[in-house]
C-alpha cells in the first residue's frame, strides 16, 4: 500500500533563491569547485599511496578523509549540477531518499574520521614513544572498519522510515540536495519518531565526535604547555594546525545552519543556501589546499611529481 500511494512522488529542489536567471553562470564556479575537490582529493591517495615514507597512521586518516570527502562531492553533485548547468529542479522519491542516506552517510563518517585523527594527534604529542604500538595496522583497519558501519549502520533506517510517509502540498525543498529534515517536514503524518530517531542521530555521532575532539585538544594543550622551550611549544602545536582547520571548516557552518533551521525564522531562505554549501560543499576543495600546505611530505612529493612532468614534457619538446 505505501509503494503505491508513492507511485509519481517527486520533491522539488532549491538554487540560490533570487538568481535564477544566472544559474548556468552560476554552474561555472561549482563545476571548478567539483574538479578541484576530485583533483585534489584524488591527488592527495595518490601522494599518500605511492610514497613508502607516508605510509604511517597520520596519512592514512589522511586517506580517510580524502574518500569521505570525494563521497560527499559525489553525492551532492547529481543535484547540484541538474539545478544550475540544466534548469531540473524536480527529483523522484526514490532518489531523494538515496541522495540522503549518501549524504548524511559522508558527513558522520568525516566526522567520524576528524575525531580519529584528534586522536592521532594526541597519541603523537602526549605518548610519542608509544605511537607505533598504539596506531598499528590491524588497529587502524579496525578502526577505518567501525568508522564505515557506524556510519552506514545509523542511518539505514532514516530513508526506510521516510519511505513511509505520505507526502502532499508543494514539495518544495530548501536546499539544492536531499537532506533528513528537509524531506520530513513535508510529510503529511506525525513525524515525532523520525524526527527523535534523527535527533538521537546527530547528537551519538556529531554530538559526540565534537565533545571528544574539543576533550583531545584540552589534552594536547596540557602536554603542550608542559614543555618547557616555546619554540618546541610552536613546533608542537604548528602539528595540529591543519586537523584544526578541518574541524572548523566542518563544524562551523553545520553549527550555524542548525542554529537558523532551530531558531532563525526570520532568517532569508539564502542564507540557509549559502551555509549548506558552505558545509557541504568547501571541505572536499579546501582540505586538500591545507594538508598540502602544511604537510611538508606530501608538499615535497607533489612538487617533485610537478618537476618530473615539467622535465619530460620538455625533453619530449627538445625532442
Not at 137 to 149: E, N, W, Y
Not at 191 to 201: E, I, K, Q, W
Request: charged share 10%.
Amino acid at each position: 500500500m505505501a509503494d503505491s500511494n508513492h507511485t509519481g512522488t517527486s520533491f522539488f529542489l532549491t538554487g540560490l533563491p533570487g538568481l535564477e536567471a544566472v544559474h548556468t553562470w552560476l554552474s561555472i564556479p561549482l563545476c571548478a569547485m567539483y574538479v578541484a575537490a576530485l583533483a585534489g582529493n584524488s591527488l592527495i591517495l595518490w601522494v599518500v599511496r605511492s610514497e613508502p615514507s607516508l605510509h604511517q597512521p597520520m596519512y592514512y586518516f589522511l586517506s580517510m578523509l580524502a574518500v569521505t570527502d570525494l563521497g560527499l562531492s559525489a553525492s551532492t553533485l547529481p543535484t547540484m549540477l541538474s539545478i544550475y548547468m540544466l534548469g531540473v529542479r524536480e527529483v523522484a522519491l526514490d532518489v531523494c531518499l538515496a541522495q540522503l542516506f549518501f549524504i548524511h552517510t559522508f558527513s558522520i563518517m568525516e566526522s567520524s574520521v576528524l575525531l580519529a585523527m584528534a586522536f592521532d594527534r594526541f597519541v603523537a604529542i602526549s605518548k610519542p614513544l608509544h605511537y607505533g604500538t598504539i596506531l598499528t595496522s590491524p588497529r587502524m583497519a579496525r578502526l577505518g572498519l567501525a568508522i564505515v558501519v557506524r556510519s552506514v549502520g545509523l542511518h539505514i533506517p532514516a530513508p526506510i522510515m521516510l519511505k513511509q510517509l505520505p507526502y502532499c502540498g508543494a514539495r518544495l525543498l530548501s536546499h539544492s540536495y536531499c537532506l533528513h529534515p528537509d524531506v520530513m517536514k513535508l510529510a503529511c503524518a506525525d513525524t515525532h519518531s523520525n524526527s527523535a530517531y534523527g535527533l538521537f542521530v546527530v547528537l551519538s555521532t556529531l554530538g559526540v565526535d565534537s565533545v571528544l575532539i574539543v576533550l583531545s585538544y584540552g589534552l594536547i594543550l596540557q602536554t603542550v604547555l608542559s614543555i618547557a622551550s616555546k619554540a618546541e611549544r610552536l613546533k608542537t602545536l604548528n602539528t595540529c594546525v591543519s586537523h584544526i582547520c578541518a574541524v572548523l571548516l566542518f563544524y562551523t557552518p553545520m553549527i550555524g545552519l542548525s542554529m537558523i533551521h532551530r531558531f532563525g525564522r526570520r532568517a532569508s531562505p539564502s542564507s540557509r543556501v549559502l551555509l549548506s554549501y558552505l558545509h557541504f560543499l568547501t571541505p572536499p576543495v579546501i582540505n586538500p589546499v591545507v594538508y598540502t600546505i602544511k604537510t611538508k611530505q606530501i608538499r615535497l612529493r607533489m612538487l617533485h611529481l610537478f618537476r618530473s612532468n615539467g622535465t619530460g614534457i620538455r625533453d619530449a619538446q627538445d625532442h
